[in-house]
């Protein structure tokens, strides 16, 4: 692994052993430990994800996949219309990590789902 100047800055209050641990993996490891990491999340009991239902939306389906989770949701307009409710739409969220060690939540809008899906 070369050191370039592009190299991200590792999130404040992480272990140097697990950053350097980590600088060693190629892409696939990578991608290997974050499924573990999600994984041993989810064994902590923490959602890495806010994929909580607001007011005016239902959550139908949450699947974990290798690098995003993939939410299929319905919205419903705050007064009701004939159409209600909206979608369902799919999405595909992301958590993309900020340099100041937070995490940032990115929803990519995929399109309408087909009813009985
Ligand atoms: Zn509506």
Known sequence: MSESADRPTPPEGLPPRVT???????????????VHAQEL????????????????EDILR????????????????ADGCDEC???PYLYH?????QPDGSHKVHWSFMGTVQKGE
């Open 41 to 56: 999340l989810h064994y902590h009991g923490e959602a890495e994800l806010p994929v909580e239902a607001e007011d005016h």
């Open 20 to 34: 350097e641990a980590l600088s060693d993996c190629s892409p696939g490891e990578l991608r290997k430990a974050i």
């Open 93 to 97: 969220v992301t958590e993309e990590p």
């Open 62 to 77: 949450v699947t974990e996949h290798e690098g995003y989770t993939e939410v299929v949701k319905e919205f419903r307009c």
């Open 85 to 87: 409710p909206h979608g």
